[in-house]
């Protein structure tokens, strides 16, 4: 049986990102349906009538959502090339640890770089590179979080890279100059094919940021 496979995304989406990667890491070839979020398709409330959110990956027919359980899935389903996930149980927790610590914390704290000004935009910044610091300190020397290949924190965490760029215009400050080892390990994850041809352009994030701003009234 012919594997049928389609993911239902919107393009600057972090969370998109992630699956998008995962798919291309495994060499799985798919169908991507692009989502109007504020006309949502019918397939996507029929798929996914909890959270009525994207993304939401679609195999044979069944519906998988949120995006980490999505990484994990494509990992166990075509679990005979690249694998994203360590094997050893405390190595895969720590990986899991880190996955929720982003989803948790940098997605609300960027969001708040990005949507504030003022006093509340300050101290959005200062927590947001406090933790993209601790981030950076799990990552240590290594080429990649898990170690010498490319996994599920990395890519969990590397979509991120693509907003960076807005996140810096939006608050002014360099994340480089804060997190030089963590830009160089984003360098590196862009040059895999899988995740270059799966991220928006830095500048085309930026764009629709300031479309979003000008939307909400922001400035």
């Known amino acids: ?21 995962a798919l291309a890491e495994k060499g799985i070839k798919y169908e991507y349906k692009e989502e109007d979020l504020r006309n949502k398709s019918a397939l996507l409330l029929q798929m996914n009538p909890v ?8 195999h044979n027919g069944k519906p998988v959502c949120e995006s980490l359980i999505q990484v994990q899935y494509i990992d166990e389903v075509w679990h005979d090339k690249a694998p994203l996930l360590p094997s050893d149980p405390y190595q895969k927790a720590t990986g899991r640890f880190w ?14 770089v990005w949507k504030t000004m003022g006093e509340e935009q300050a101290t959005a910044k200062k927590e947001f590179i406090e933790s993209l610091k601790l981030i950076e300190k799990e990552l240590g020397d290594k080429p990649y979080f898990g ?6 924190v990395d890519v969990a965490f590397i979509p991120f890279y693509s907003w960076f760029y807005a996140y810096e215009k939006c608050g002014n400050f ?5 997190c030089p080892k963590l830009i160089a390990w984003a360098k ?3 040059q895999k094919e899988s995740v270059a041809k799966s991220l928006p352009g830095q500048q085309k994030v930026y764009d629709f940021i300031l479309q979003m701003k000008k939307h909400l009234g922001i400035e």
């Open 1 to 21: 049986m012919a594997e049928e496979v389609v993911l239902l995304d919107f393009w600057p989406s972090l969370f998109g990102m992630r699956s998008r990667i």
């Open 51 to 58: 959270h009525k959110k994207i993304p939401v990956l679609i």
């Open 99 to 112: 996955a929720d610590y982003i989803d948790k914390k940098i997605y609300d704290l960027g969001s708040r």
């Open 147 to 152: 170690g010498e290949s490319f996994g599920y």
């Open 174 to 178: 360099s994340i480089e100059a804060e």
């Open 188 to 190: 590196r994850c862009m």
